[in-house]
């Protein structure tokens, strides 16, 4: 090793023209690697850039024309010349929309972090077409799926319920359109991909207990999905008047819906990042310390 390191020196202080012209042209082949790699990385970013500027440009167009047909179609005067046909085909330009849609917000996830998890937020207010005496229920409900193929985690904080006897339940659903033109009403039926009987519906999210006019609760285990060709991304999720009777009403209704009465509230889930998910476990942490604390006073 003593030896090699000698000749080395020897070579560098007598200005060896091989040694020189290796040097040089190790020195060419390491830049040539590296200046190949950064073209090659740059050509990638302003692809996936161009891709996603032409998805969101084809997706706002798509937008803008269906909002304009629903829009059209929901005036008083227009709705008494239309038929049945116009009508579904909007509802089938709605449908289309929202497949797209999907589509591109979960290839946007993708390129810029293929391994982050997935989040969504919805943010409920009343249906615009309720009664005056019916209860004005608003809040959020955020989901957060790990991976592709994960069972989805949410959280729905939701006030404004009437003041009952703490325990009563209320129904949480999916419904498959994103069209809140009319209200909740116009959300359409439940989500139903599979054409299963309800409650295997993959956005049946059950029963959930009132108490001082408020539904707290965290979920996991969620059979829905925010990816995939069953994501529920898009779609409206609706708060019911009633409980849900998990199909055990004896009723065509049960089995489609689970008799869960009136729709109350809703809204449309939307992707977004992991800020809301990181403050609702925080406060959702310091909830359940204060009940500990409280609990404990009591005791």
């Not at 608003?138 to 729905?156: I, K, N, T």
């Not at 309800?198 to 009132?210: C, T, Y």
Request: some cysteine.
């Amino acid at each position: 090793m003593g030896h090699f390191r000698e000749h080395i020196a020897s070579a560098r202080s007598s200005g060896s023209k091989p040694y020189a012209a290796s040097l040089r042209g190790c020195r060419k082949r390491v830049a040539g690697d590296e200046g190949a790699e950064m073209l090659r990385r740059r050509r990638s970013g302003r692809a996936t850039r161009a891709s996603l500027r032409c998805s969101t440009l084809a997706m706002l167009a798509l937008l803008c024309a269906s909002v304009v047909l629903v829009a059209y179609a929901s005036a008083d005067q227009i709705q008494q010349q239309m038929g049945s046909n116009t009508e579904e085909q909007i509802r089938d330009m709605h449908a289309k929309v929202t497949e797209i849609w999907q589509e591109m917000m979960q290839r946007q996830a993708a390129a810029i972090d293929p391994d982050a998890a997935l989040h969504a937020v919805c943010r409920v207010l009343p249906s615009a077409t309720l009664e005056a005496e019916q209860p004005r229920v608003s809040g959020l409900v955020l989901f957060r799926q790990l991976r592709p193929g994960a069972l989805l985690e949410a959280f729905f904080h939701l006030e404004g319920f009437p003041n009952e006897p703490n325990g009563t339940n209320r129904a949480i659903h999916v419904h498959q359109f994103g069209d809140l033109s009319q209200g909740c009403d116009s959300t359409g039926p439940h989500y139903n991909p599979m054409s299963v009987p309800h409650p295997q519906h993959p956005g049946d999210f059950g029963n959930f207990a009132v108490r001082d006019g408020q539904v707290w609760k965290y979920r996991s285990g969620l059979a829905a999905s925010l990816t995939g060709p069953h994501s529920i991304a898009g779609r409206a999720v609706v708060v019911h008047a009633g409980e849900d009777d998990m199909g055990r009403g004896g009723n065509q209704a049960s089995l489609e819906n689970g008799n869960a009465g009136r729709r109350l509230a809703c809204c449309v889930v939307g992707l977004c990042g992991p800020g809301p998910w990181a403050r609702q476990t925080q406060e959702h942490a310091e909830r359940k310390k204060r009940r500990r604390e409280s609990e404990c006073k009591a005791v």
